[in-house]
């Protein structure tokens, strides 16, 4: 079944409301798909990193499982066939995959490793339809200063870092923190926008 061209829409496959402004910015409809559970709770969306994985490798790889399981939703609840869109985001210290926070005091210790020092968001989307998937990706270079603690302990308190990828969000309080950006806000954000259109413009979309 084509895609329509004219009044584009399509299923997200994500929770994150800054992945849904972010869409409605560039004017793309969508409807939400709503998980039953959190995906750390579905099997299907195991994020664990894969023994020594390359972290460009367990983005691509999670936001294309992401989609994946987007269609098959899309297909068990014989939704309306538009193409999915999913997106992972994770940052990468040193060599060393660091995801969202397990509790305040593990976004304490992020925040702590990430002060002062330069690490890179990778954000990977996903876009599938009947057989067809494509996907790409936005890595960006991010700076903070150096955090003191009594910052670091406000900033965990107000509960912004809980749920994002290196305990923090760029739009939000913590970018006071941000000395200097490489890259692609709305894919430090969590979608990057002009990579999103890209592979919207594959699929025939007219934005």
Partial sequence: MPVDTQHPRLHLAS??????????QIGVGFDTLLLRSSPRD??????????????VDYVERIARSKAEHGCRIVSWRRLLPQPVLAADTTIELAGELIGKPRDAEDARRILQRLSGETHRVLTA???AFEVHMELALSISEVRFRPLDEGEIGRYVASGEPMDKAGAYGIQGRAGMF?????????????????????LLKRFGYLL
Avoid: K, W
């Avoid at 579905?42 to 972290?55: I, V």
């Avoid at 941000?178 to 890209?198: D, F, K, R």
């Fill in 42 to 55: 579905d099997r299907a969306l195991d994020e664990t990193p894969l023994t020594g994985e390359d972290p």
């Fill in 15 to 24: 929770r994150s409301p800054r992945r849904r402004e972010l869409l409605a």
């Fill in 125 to 127: 989307v996903a876009i």
């Fill in 178 to 198: 941000i000395e200097h950006l490489s890259g692609s806000y709305s894919g430090v954000m969590g979608l990057p926008l002009c990579e999103t259109a890209q």
